[in-house]
């Protein structure tokens, strides 16, 4: 799939592309527990989604089940109108799909140049233009690329989970809460990275506990509570809704 270079800032409208993934009626348990109770979700090709909620309230879950780590016990998930629910999670990223995991997970004892490699494993042989991709994005891992990731800082990781996910060539990345326990600089330039690796054409589903910074460089956003959709609509109506400012931007009700 090919996109248009996406503008940098999120304030006009923007003409959407064909759903490249689709959520109906997804339902998923953890034993007897609830985790998702009939979620329907739309992700258009070249956008950027943002999936917000508190704590526990479905996220990961809901990435987790897009890339096959979790069954669904109803529903589906579709690919580029494909179903993909039940398909394994090795062939989940053979389709398109890449993951960079809540808690970031590289891994530690291998260098920053291996847990490249390992983003591109699906493939027969290491694409140099793949490598230099996440170099240009990340330049700090190119400075430490013989490094073991495990001496590496937290936003220096952040950025290896990115790039990892970004070997797999994906059509669709799915970022879990990118930002935590950054401080507020890295923050930045990582949101600064996401508006980057979407403008080069690939769609992102956005999973974040910093409300302003996803709605800011999203198009639209979608509210999980409960493991149920209480709120969607377009970033900036988001951002402006008093519910979400009061919600999770921290705001009284008067504010």
């Not at 956008?47 to 309230?57: C, I, K, P, R, T």
């Not at 990961?60 to 998930?77: D, F, K, N, Q």
């Not at 979407?198 to 639209?220: F, M, P, S, W, Y």
């Amino acid at each position: 799939m090919t996109t248009a270079t996406r503008p940098r800032h999120r304030t006009a409208t923007v003409t959407p592309g064909p759903a490249i993934l689709e959520l109906t009626r997804l339902h998923v348990s953890h034993g007897a527990v609830s985790a998702l109770g009939g979620i329907d979700m739309v992700v258009r090709e070249g956008e950027v989604v943002a999936l917000l909620g508190a704590n526990g309230a479905g996220k990961t879950t809901t990435l987790r089940t897009i890339s096959g780590l979790h069954r669904p016990t109803a529903g589906e998930v579709r690919f580029c109108g494909e179903r993909i629910d039940g398909v394994p999670s090795h062939s989940v990223v053979g389709l398109g799909i890449g993951h960079s995991p809540e808690g970031r997970r590289v891994f530690a004892d291998m260098t920053v140049l291996e847990n490249l490699r390992m983003g591109a494993y699906r493939f027969k042989r290491l694409r140099q233009e793949d490598l230099e991709r996440v170099f240009t994005l990340f330049p700090r891992l190119a400075e430490r690329r013989t490094q073991q990731a495990g001496t590496l800082s937290g936003g220096e990781q952040q950025m290896l989970a990115m790039g990892r996910a970004l070997m797999g060539r994906p059509e669709l990345l799915l970022l879990d809460e990118p930002s935590m326990g950054l401080a507020p600089l890295i923050v930045a330039q990582i949101f600064e990275i996401i508006r980057e690796i979407n403008a080069q054409g690939t769609t992102v589903l956005l999973v974040e506990q910093n409300a302003a910074q996803a709605l800011k460089i999203a198009d639209r956003g979608y509210v999980l509570e409960t493991g149920r959709i209480t709120m969607h609509g377009q970033a900036h109506d988001l951002l402006d809704d008093p519910r979400i400012r009061t919600a999770y931007l921290g705001e009284t009700a008067e504010g």
